[in-house]
């Protein structure tokens, strides 16, 4: 199949460390299963997953006498399918396996064969590198699985659901995928389902976004049992697989990494929760969160937006742009790339916002940024007047606090540790505002 039909369907070749590494994983969950071990992968491709599984089972001697393989392997492509049948047998002539290894193969949707008979809770372990596309509320896949209560917004989200129902009950799914299911209010509805079912044993985050060729996408790599009982989870921290160097594992209580109320996990070194003087940010009392009102392409006209001040009700608008690295606001601008205020009569009363100080945040960061958090406070010149935010940032608004407040809360969020808790919470450069909400501070 063609590169560019694979991105159609969000599909993306398991480099070979990284299905090596789900192969090492995977001798650990079967090590204790019993003589006739099921197996499934359900976006098989070329059968690389699969391929390396067997080949580190037999090179190790990972595989019992009295034990034997029954594999699965499914794909939608009916050309790759077939390469990965070819590749998989060859392999269990050539080590003479093939008494011991059943193969089965099956051209399929996986989303819309849900459920097939005689799947549910079968496998002792699942391995996949699932398609990665956002899936609109009109896409077949997410309409079908609406139909079991378990649509989502991406294909791969929808692969490790359907992926759950399959698997037996102390059985073993291990997989590659985007590591934003993690976090935010899009997977909330996936997550409680999903992790009321399973837990997380050990887990690979991978800074790197170029695990794969094709594609910019921070990844993580999930070793999960179905069973609800939460055991300490290892957390292993590195670039990729191949650049180790900076390789950290940590053994993490549940309690503190995953929030039970939606299940959104923090995988990184925190300060100590039991710090007395410690709050989540969005506990404060006398502040209010929210993103910026202003849609420009929604809510502005081309000419709302001005440069230079031409009457005395003009509305001050702020935007990204106007924050600078020194946590500084740099307005109005002299040469500003969009603009520094709005005509009065071009925007509605309901997207402007009255107060005297503001903490601002930049909604989106760059890979390249030293910090994930750009922000800084704003000082309305006049406070009887309205403020525009745009809606590329985060807004936070202070009732009887202090400058001298304000300024201790963003330099806590310009700080180092800020940066790695964050860091922790989303593999995204996007900063979303229950993300923000979360971040821990000194509440002096």
Request: with cysteine; glycine share 4%.
């Amino acid at each position: 199949m063609a590169i560019q039909e694979h991105k159609k369907l969000g599909q993306y070749l398991t480099p070979a460390a990284y299905a090596k590494c789900i192969s090492k994983e995977a001798m650990r969950a079967i090590a204790n299963s019993s003589e006739v071990i099921h197996v499934l992968d359900p976006g098989t491709g070329n059968g690389q997953l699969i391929y390396y599984l067997l080949d580190s089972l037999n090179t190790q001697g990972r595989l019992k006498p009295s034990q034997k393989l029954d594999i699965v392997i499914c794909d939608i492509d009916g050309g790759e399918l077939i390469h990965a049948v070819t590749r998989l047998h060859n392999w269990l002539v050539v080590h003479k396996m093939r008494e011991r290894v059943c193969i089965s193969s099956f051209q399929l949707d996986f989303i819309k064969s849900f459920p097939i008979n005689g799947w549910t809770e079968k496998f002792d372990l699942i391995v996949m590198n699932p398609p990665y596309r956002r899936l609109s509320n009109s896409d077949e896949s997410k309409l079908y699985l609406n139909n079991f209560n378990m649509a989502s917004d991406n294909l791969y989200s929808e692969f490790l659901d359907v992926g759950r129902k399959y698997l037996k009950k102390k059985g073993f799914l291990i997989s590659l995928t985007p590591r934003s299911f993690l976090n935010g209010v899009y997977f909330t509805k996936f997550r409680i389902r999903f992790f009321k079912e399973m837990a997380i044993r050990r887990i690979y985050l991978f800074s790197s976004r170029k695990i794969f060729e094709s594609a910019l996408q921070e990844v993580t790599l999930m070793v999960a049992c179905k069973d609800n009982h939460w055991e300490p989870v290892s957390v292993v921290q590195l670039r990729s697989i191949e650049d180790p160097i900076k390789e950290n594992e940590t053994i993490i209580s549940p309690k503190l990494i995953v929030d039970k109320n939606d299940f959104s996990f923090l995988l990184a070194k925190r300060r100590p929760q039991e710090c007395k003087n410690e709050i989540q940010l969005g506990k404060i009392k006398d502040i209010e969160m929210h993103t910026g009102k202003v849609v420009q392409f929604r809510d502005l006209t081309e000419d709302a937006i001005l440069i230079q001040k031409t009457g005395e009700r003009d509305i001050p608008f702020i935007l990204p742009e106007h924050l600078d690295e020194r946590g500084k606001i740099d307005w109005p601008k002299i040469y500003p790339k969009k603009g520094n205020y709005i005509r009065k009569d071009a925007i509605r009363e309901s997207k402007l916002i009255y107060g005297q100080m503001f903490l601002v945040i930049s909604r989106f960061s760059t890979v390249e940024q030293h910090r994930r958090i750009k922000a800084a406070i704003f000082l309305n010149p006049n406070p009887k007047e309205p403020i525009a935010f745009d809606n590329k940032l985060n807004v936070i608004e202070f009732h009887n606090k202090s400058f001298f407040y304000a300024k201790k809360l963003l330099n806590q969020l310009l700080s180092k540790e800020t940066d790695v808790f964050i860091r922790g919470l989303s593999g995204s450069t996007q900063i979303n505002i229950n993300d923000l909400r979360k971040v821990l501070v000194q509440n002096f």
